[in-house]
């Protein structure tokens, strides 16, 4: 038997056959296609950061605190500053929001359970949620005479009813739609479930003004948590650092699915450094959110459909063969994704002139592409 069917025939059955998560990490003048942020950490902070890890390298024979209290500290506190105060013992993390996702689920999925979400919504809720064993349920979006991707409280309450899931996630603003979520159906969700609702807010901190954050409603709702990360407006996809603000005995229940020490002191030094830097490591947000609004615009012009966004990216319709133009942008050096809704491609709102090449290449095909 050839190695790869031995081990194919060792795995979980539930894993055979699948193909991992795989964003192309292609070397191109223009990658708009995982909502990074285009712009570089400040030189200052980059400076303070290395600083910071060549002090605590000494140290590293020692394991790090595995509560990361100074840490959840100064994420609370970043937390607050949206005008809700959040407590460090509300707070935790991971490497990563997905990470955090995974504590979540681990904790409160497992085999038997069942985690239902809104398609399209972000690709790595059904993959975690499996991973664990979890059942996925795939709820669906759409309201009848308003937006394909719109969610509101009529559909997502009568799917949580219909299904009565363990968990429950929520995208807000969604990947790869874009749009936000009102108040209304969070709370609609979480009173028409017993189960956790996991509002997933990597993208808060584009949104546009009125679209209030999900935190707001975390007094008096021990089942509801808010998760963020410092990946999109912190532009530090590359420290790995997510975390969610929820009730202490939710966290007390991660903690027991958590490996120790889970987040490694150059991961909690960084963040902090990122932290304590807040308003210039979130100053091109303003400039990102321009680039989307410009997108939005000019590609209506095209005669394109863009999804209205909150988000740092802007899905967009009206293609004929969303594939053949994604390789077409490729061809022309610039990468978006292609997030297998037909007709649909997603693209990053970069710096201003990632923003033009992506606009030219894309006006140049459109005669033939739309
Ligand atoms: N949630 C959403 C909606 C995302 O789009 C992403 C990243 N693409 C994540 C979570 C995970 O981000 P990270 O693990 O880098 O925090």
Redesign the pocket.
């Known amino acids: 038997m050839d190695p790869r069917a031995q081990v194919e025939s060792l795995l979980r059955p539930d894993l055979r056959g699948r193909t991992a998560y795989g964003a192309p990490q292609l070397e191109v003048p223009v990658a708009l296609n995982?909502?990074e942020s285009s712009y570089p950490v400040p030189e200052v902070v980059a400076s303070a950061m290395a600083r910071a890890v060549a002090q605590v390298a000494r140290d590293l024979n020692r394991y790090p605190d595995r509560e990361f209290t100074a840490l959840r500290a100064d994420l609370a506190a970043y937390l607050s500053r949206g005008g809700v105060s959040v407590a460090p013992e509300q707070v935790w993390a991971g490497?990563?929001?997905?990470?955090?996702?995974l504590h979540l689920l681990q904790a409160f999925g497992g085999p038997g359970r069942t985690a239902l979400g809104f398609t399209p919504?972000?690709s790595?809720h059904p993959v975690i949620t499996t991973t664990t064993g979890t059942t996925w349920v795939d709820g669906m979006r759409g309201v009848p005479g308003a937006g394909r991707f719109d969610l509101d409280v009529a559909t997502a309450r009568a799917q949580v009813r219909e299904h009565r899931p363990d968990v429950v996630f929520l995208?807000s603003p969604?990947?790869p739609t874009g749009t936000a979520l009102g108040l209304d159906v969070v709370e609609a969700v979480y009173e028409a479930t017993t189960g956790l609702v996991v509002v997933?807010e990597?993208?808060a901190e584009f949104a546009r003004p009125g679209t209030p954050s999900a935190l707001t409603l975390l007094p008096g709702r021990p089942r509801l948590v808010v998760?963020r990360?410092?990946?999109?407006a912190f532009a530090l996809?590359g420290g790995?650092?997510?975390y969610l603000a929820g009730d202490p005995a939710v966290l007390d229940a991660l903690r027991l699915v958590r490996m120790p020490y889970h987040l490694s002191t150059p991961t909690q030094t960084l963040a902090r450094t990122a932290l304590a830097h807040a308003d210039l490591m979130l100053e091109t947000v303003g400039v990102v959110k321009d680039q989307r609004d410009r997108i939005v615009a000019e590609l209506t012009a095209m005669g394109l459909s863009p999804v209205p966004s909150d988000a740092n990216f802007v899905l967009f319709g009206g293609l004929a063969d969303a594939h053949a133009t994604w390789e077409a942008l490729l061809e022309r050096g610039v990468l978006v994704r292609d997030v297998g809704i037909p007709h649909y491609l997603r693209v990053t709102a970069g710096t201003p002139t990632e923003t033009t090449a992506f606009l030219d290449a894309l006006a140049a095909l459109v005669p033939t592409h739309a």
Do not use: F, I, Q
Not at 95 to 101: A, K, P, T, W, Y
Not at 229 to 232: D, H, L, R
């Open positions: 995982t909502n490497n990563g929001s997905n990470e955090v996702l919504a972000y790595m995208c969604n990947n997933d990597a993208y998760t990360t410092m990946s999109k996809a790995r650092l997510g």
